[in-house]
């Protein structure tokens, strides 16, 4: 509850982020009273009243508990400063489990040791478990083989990061939503009948499908995610898209293998674009080629296209580089229309409201009882091919009327549907559908390609998007996590008072972080961004544990002037407890995300 309140002052909503990190946290929040009160159950078993044990435990475990609250707050909080697309995520995941784990520090701190007084009873002396022997034996072994175990150490170490060079990369996991969507595009000019046809057909195809239960066709709507330079608003007859209801997800496979049967069946459609999926951000790789020459940017994408489409496992491979339509080109004469008063303005406005019409602000309205109908004057569709007809169209000049092929010439050529510039510069887009497949494995395949590492000088390549995002998220969390455990150093020297064990605490992340990348190899998933929030999670995880065993260590060997292995067996044997049952509740908190347990696309 004080969570929420603080995500109400801070102006954060309910949201995706903001519930996984209440989510990821969950087992945070028990793990220092699970602390606390199994120190007060080791003191109850010693003989202790309730009372004595609930303040003798509480002020013998206050130093590890503040430190490993504090280590996860420094672990998170970084998170929250990250730039780019992964911060606009991550600002609000930081600050939302950073203050969560503040408020779990004050009820363990001041209401589990006053419950615990008043509520325990007293307890006898139980016989220590048999697998905590059975670990106890195994610690032995490895502080009296000590060369032994930093081998094995090491090459665990150096095995697990050669594994990670093996994992694929991504910036967000494919989802399993049980939506899905095709966009058909037909060529510039077709006629809202072909649309309508090709359609009809489409939806035939999709429907044929067993685990497609609904179909919605649009025709006529803007890109619906599209490429990052596509008008998202602009109506055209020869754009349609079909919105696809899947069945739920217990009831059929996942919806990548189903966007492939689609995409494979769709094949049979005659002259039109096919693009298969919602065009979310993990669905496709944009690639963007630059160039200030338009003849051999277009000559370049070409091969670049060709080559793209050779690539195995993609989907659709799909460019905004031939869309070309027919256009009336007027090429004025300049030195007759200057005697004649005539402006460029003007030919073009006469051309213009003789084949498409008046812009709607300057159209005569028909009055209906509950609308207005624009009236449009142009000339018929077959009129527009007839040049000797447009030539004598009338254009009004200084000095009177004049025919417009008396001052300018007319012809009929092509020309691309829309202009895109990336940097102010003339660009064309690939849409490259991932079709299941890692993005970093596909923009790694397509930076092999001949076209690709042999680009022409002036024309450069560019990759948006996805891509983009994921460059950024792998520079944003490698700067995060080498702050968060600056961050933890620091904390721990002020807590300990010293610049030497902060650092023994730190070695236990050696281990941890290569054992992330082999539990990715063995589930065989990618490094995206549930993985970085993974990593960022298991660095307060194994911080906790190893300030939960070294902090009783020093305090053996301070207080009580044990030997260094001696200090290490006694805190092995008392701290292992509360280390498995904080490691357990953590991962408990995280398990339900993890198998998909909840009514989301699951993809986290």
């Not at 509480?58 to 280590?71: H, K, N, Q, S």
């Not at 509520?119 to 048999?130: I, M, N, Q, S, Y």
């Not at 292992?576 to 909840?598: E, F």
Request: with cysteine; aromatic share 8%; glycine share 8%.
């Amino acid at each position: 509850i004080p969570t929420f309140a603080c995500m109400y002052l801070f102006g954060f909503t309910i949201n995706m982020v903001t519930l996984l990190a209440m989510s990821l946290v969950v087992g945070v929040l028990v793990d220092d009273a699970i602390v606390e009160i199994e120190n007060i159950m080791r003191h109850l078993e010693m003989g202790k009243s309730p009372y004595d044990a609930a303040m003798e435990a509480a002020d013998e475990i206050g130093m590890a508990v503040i430190a490993t609250t504090f280590t996860l707050v420094a672990v998170f909080l970084p998170t929250a400063f990250m730039s780019g697309v992964p911060g606009r995520f991550f600002v609000q995941f930081g600050w939302t489990a950073a203050v969560a784990v503040l408020f779990s520090l004050v009820v363990a701190r001041l209401l589990t040791p006053m419950m615990s007084a008043y509520f325990l009873k007293p307890r006898v002396a139980h016989e220590t478990p048999g697998w905590i022997n059975i670990y106890l034996k195994w610690a032995q072994w490895c502080l009296a083989h000590r060369k032994t175990t930093m081998a094995a150490a090491a090459v665990f170490f150096f095995g697990s990061f050669a594994l990670a060079g093996t994992l694929p990369t991504a910036f967000q996991p494919k989802d399993n939503q049980s939506q899905s969507q095709v966009s058909l595009t037909l060529p510039p000019g077709s006629k809202f009948e072909q649309t309508y046809a090709l359609a009809e057909q489409a939806r035939e195809i999709v429907m044929k499908n067993p685990n497609v239960t609904l179909v919605y066709t649009a025709i006529g709507g803007g890109a619906a995610g599209g490429n990052a330079f596509e008008p998202s608003g602009a109506p055209e007859a020869r754009k349609a898209t079909l919105s696809i209801q899947l069945k739920p997800r217990d009831e059929r496979p996942r919806k990548q293998l189903i966007e492939d049967e689609l995409r494979e069946a769709l094949r049979v459609l005659p002259g039109v674009r096919v693009k298969v999926g919602l065009g979310s951000s993990a669905d496709k790789h944009q690639l963007v080629l630059t160039s200030e020459d338009n003849d051999l940017l277009a000559e370049h994408a070409l091969k670049v296209g060709q080559e793209l489409r050779t690539l195995h496992g993609i989907g659709n491979v799909v460019s905004n580089s031939s869309i070309l339509r027919p256009e009336i080109v007027a090429r004025p004469d300049f030195a007759r229309a200057a005697d004649l008063g005539v402006t460029t303005a003007a030919i073009a406005e006469t051309l213009r409201v003789a084949t498409n019409g008046d812009y709607d602000q300057a159209l005569a309205k028909l009055n209906l009882p509950e609308r207005q109908l624009p009236i449009i004057v142009k000339l018929r569709d077959d009129a527009r091919q007839d040049l000797a007809l447009l030539e004598r169209l009338v254009v009004q000049g200084a000095h009177g009327p004049v025919l417009l092929g008396s001052v300018a010439k007319l012809s009929l050529e092509s020309g691309p549907a829309q202009i895109d510039r990336y940097d102010r510069q003339r660009n064309i887009t690939f849409e490259i559908e991932l079709a299941g497949q890692p993005l970093g494995q596909v923009q790694a395949a397509v930076a092999e390609l001949p076209s690709i590492k042999n680009m022409p000088k002036g024309v450069e390549m560019a990759a948006i998007g996805d891509a983009e995002a994921m460059n950024e998220l792998f520079a944003s969390f490698g700067l995060a996590m080498f702050t968060g455990v600056m961050c933890i150093y620091i904390v721990l020297v002020l807590l300990f008072k010293d610049f030497m064990q902060p650092a023994t605490i730190l070695w236990a992340l050696i281990l941890s972080i290569p054992g992330a990348f082999l539990a990715l190899f063995l589930t065989n998933s990618a490094i995206s961004m549930p993985s970085m929030i993974g990593l960022i999670m298991l660095m307060g995880i194994a911080t906790k544990n190893s300030i939960l065993l070294v902090e009783y260590a020093i305090v053996s060997r301070r207080e009580r002037g044990m030997s260094r292995a001696e200090a290490l067996l006694d805190a092995c044997r008392k701290r292992v407890r509360p280390i498995v049952m904080t490691t357990m509740a953590m991962g408990a908190g995280m398990l339900p995300v993890a198998l998909d347990m909840g009514l989301g696309d699951g993809s986290f």
